[in-house]
């Protein structure tokens, strides 16, 4: 009768061994969906954020001429937009301008513009139309 006893223990203990496994699983499951839903949320948020800041570069670039510590007179300056910001105008020169805000790094293309202008590749051509 004591073999018969703690074989049926053994099987309960097996049986309730099993369901909390399952349980355990499962809320193993439930977590790892959490997580990657946690993971898609992060994610989103790091792109509006990299949205907000190209926004609010964007609007900046265009009011810097005006800013106290511009060095150059404003009224002589063209937004262009893209690839550089824009132009300023002067007496004895002429700049090409990129306005840069927080930690933000310039494109490739504006690299290679700055790098043109540093070899003296940059030219003035007169085109007539008839």
Do not use: C
């Not at 993971?39 to 509006?48: A, D, E, G």
């Not at 964007?58 to 106290?68: G, K, R, T, V």
């Not at 937004?79 to 301008?97: A, C, H, T």
């Amino acid at each position: 009768m004591g073999i018969i006893l703690w074989e049926n223990i053994m099987d309960q203990f097996t049986i309730l061994l099993f369901i909390a496994i399952l349980i355990l699983g499962m809320l193993f499951l439930i977590s790892l969906r959490h997580v990657f839903s946690l993971k898609r949320y992060i994610s989103s948020l790091k792109s509006q954020k990299q949205s907000q800041s190209t926004k609010y570069g964007q609007i900046a670039e265009q009011f810097m001429p005006w800013a106290s510590n511009y060095p150059y007179d404003p009224a002589k300056f063209r937004f262009i937009g893209s690839p550089i910001d824009g132009i300023q105008f002067e007496e004895n020169k002429v700049i090409l301008m990129e306005f840069k805000t927080s930690s933000s790094q310039m494109t490739s293309l504006q690299r290679k513009i700055k790098r043109l202008v540093e070899e003296n590749k940059v030219t003035f051509e007169e085109i007539r139309i008839s």
